[in-house]
Every structure is written in structure tokens, then in C-alpha cells.
């Protein structure tokens, strides 16, 4: 590191504490906004001060937002009746790009993991509760992923909203859409015969 | 894209400029940099800003620098009667930490490529020369890559040294320490026969 120029080497060692990048990819991050326009170093600065400043939360549904409500929320298009229950933001993005669903979400940002400390008050919860109980809400999909804590996840919110008169589904678990049964792993196609459905 | 807040778009599209940052890989970063501290998102963004405005070239050698001269160029403990002439910072970089140069650098900033219309005249080919013609130079070493243009570029260096009075060599190409014969390519494995030496 001590042979970059000192400004350099800061911006070398502040790239390298994103995730999944080392020493020499920000040397090389480093080295492509050296050799950027003023200007597009500026606007890239100015982006990352930006995203800090603006984006919050939506109050309805804990959606990343750059307004007070999502647009997922304040769109009067979206069936009000459904909620999709995600783990982060990202779910929320990809079942949006899906295209296929029309309803609103709750992000959980978080699943529960009793080893790791986190229980149900350190994720959304308690306000998916309170927004099913406003009564509105006739299905709630949960969407939590199928791994060992989505799952823990998911019995729980479904144990939690049991005694709510709404209906409580969960996402189907099995073979991808293109994947190849012969490198699917075992878990993947016990899920797959157990949820099998009548033709 | 449009699926995401605006200011997590335009952070997204910022960093997927970045070379070898597809779009999920910015929007991870980007995550990341959301989630992170204002104070870590500042300091990142304020590096970028700094990078841009205080590197600039070292008069003497055309390293990257923070002053008008590189640290290499102005300790006095550096052999000024070598010269060695790279590519780019980064094979300086590479060079120093080999720890095994004590000499001066001339950083050419490009290869000649006649293909992509780099002539001698768009890489730092005319400042070698006169810091040659200077007089104190006693050997210029040519470790350009051993690529195509890179070799093109040590014979082309070659040649227009070759009436100064100083002498011209270029780094040796062979297999790599901790390499191996097999999986060496056949240009690698000539080289290294045409580059033996007696023991």
C-alpha cells in the first residue's frame, strides 16, 4: 500500500472494505476513477452521498424509499388485500421483476436467528402484525427464503398470525424453472416430490 | 433498475461503470454503502473526490504523485544512473515491492499499438529520451510486458536509444518462480531455452 500516492492509497483502502472486494480489484477501482472524467468521479461521489442522505425507509412497509411511502405502497393499482412477506429488499426487488405479483410487501429486513441474537422484536414483526390486524389484509404470502432460518422464519410469522382470520401461504420450494433434476441436491428434490400437485 | 429507489438507481449506475462491476454486483455495493455508517460513506466519497484532485504526474518520471515529484525520484538514495522503463504505475508498483530496484523509473503510460493509432507521440517515448541525453543515465532496462506490443514497444525503444551513449537491456522472460514446465505456454517455454544462461 505504501507505494501508491497517499491519496490514492486512501481511496484504494476505502474500496477495499466493500464486501467481496480485495486489495488489487480496488487498486483497479482505484486506478479506472483515476483515469475517469472530473466530472464522472464527481457525480459518482455525489451518488454515494446521495443514497445516504435520501433513502429511508417506507413507513407502510419498511420497502427501501426515497419518499415518505414506496411506490409499491402509494400505487392505488396494487391489491391492498395481499401482503408478500420478504427477508431484504433485494426479495422485494426480484419478485418485482418477476412481474407476477400485483400485491403489496412487508420487508422483514432480517430473519430470525436465535445463535446470531436476533429475535422477533429485531426485525419487522410486531409492525406486520399490527398492519394484518388493520384488517384490510386477507392473504399473507410469506416469502421469507427456503433455508434453515427462512423456514424458522416462516413457522413463526405463521404461528404469530394464526389467530388472525387472514390466510397465511407460503412460497413453493423446488426444482428451478430450466434446472436439471440430476443437479438438483436432495433437500431441494425431497421438497419438490413433497409439494407435488395434481395435473 | 426502475425497481429501485432513484438514488439507489443512480448509485447502481454509477458504480456498474466500473470495469468488471456487472449491475447485481453494483447493487451489492451499493447495499453495502447504504448500510454503512454516513461517516464511512463520506470519508469513501470524499477519497474519490481527493484522488481525482491531488494525483497527478511526477514531473520526472510520470509515476503517479501527490507533489510535482514522486517519492522515488526525490530520495537522494535511489541510483540515478538506471533507468527503468514500465508501462503504468501499477508495474511500478509491482517492481517496488519486488524490493529488489533501487534505481530511477520512466513510466510510459501505454504501449505502442499502430491497431488502436498509438504512435511513439501519445506515450512518454520523447521525455525517455531526453532524460537520457541528459548524461547521468548509464543503463536504461526495458520491462515493458512481454506481450505483442509490449516487446514491439522495448524494440522500438531499443532502436531510438541506440545512438546514446548508454546501455539498453530488457527484463527476461521465461517461467515464473514457483511455476510449472507443464503447465507453461509453448512462447513461455521457448523463451525461457533462448534465455538460458550458463550456471
Excluded: W
Aim: contains cysteine.
Amino acid at each position: 500500500m505504501s507505494r501508491y500516492a497517499p491519496p490514492l492509497a486512501r481511496l484504494i483502502k476505502e474500496l477495499a472494505r466493500f464486501p467481496g472486494i480485495g486489495e488489487k480489484t480496488a487498486a483497479r477501482l482505484a486506478n479506472f476513477i483515476l483515469h475517469e472524467s472530473a466530472e464522472d468521479a464527481r457525480r459518482l461521489a455525489e451518488s454515494i452521498l446521495e443514497v445516504k442522505e435520501k433513502i429511508r425507509l417506507c413507513r407502510v412497509c419498511f420497502n427501501l424509499s426515497e419518499g415518505d411511502v414506496c411506490p409499491v405502497c402509494s400505487d392505488p393499482d396494487r391489491d391492498g388485500t395481499v401482503i408478500c412477506v420478504v427477508e431484504d429488499p433485494d426479495a422485494l426487488i426480484a419478485l418485482e421483476e418477476s412481474g407476477t405479483y400485483r400485491g403489496l410487501y412487508h420487508v422483514l429486513h432480517g430473519v430470525l436467528s436465535p445463535l446470531d441474537g436476533v429475535g422477533p422484536e429485531k426485525i419487522r414483526v410486531r409492525e406486520l402484525i399490527e398492519r394484518v390486524r388493520g384488517g384490510a389484509v386477507k392473504e399473507v404470502i410469506l416469502a421469507t427464503n427456503p433455508s434453515v432460518q427462512g423456514e424458522a422464519t416462516a413457522v413463526f410469522l405463521m404461528r404469530s398470525l394464526a389467530e388472525k382470520t387472514v390466510r397465511v401461504s407460503r412460497i413453493a420450494t423446488g426444482v428451478p424453472v430450466g434446472g436439471d433434476l440430476k443437479y438438483a441436491d436432495r433437500m431441494t428434490l425431497a421438497k419438490a416430490l413433497e409439494g407435488r400437485r395434481v395435473m
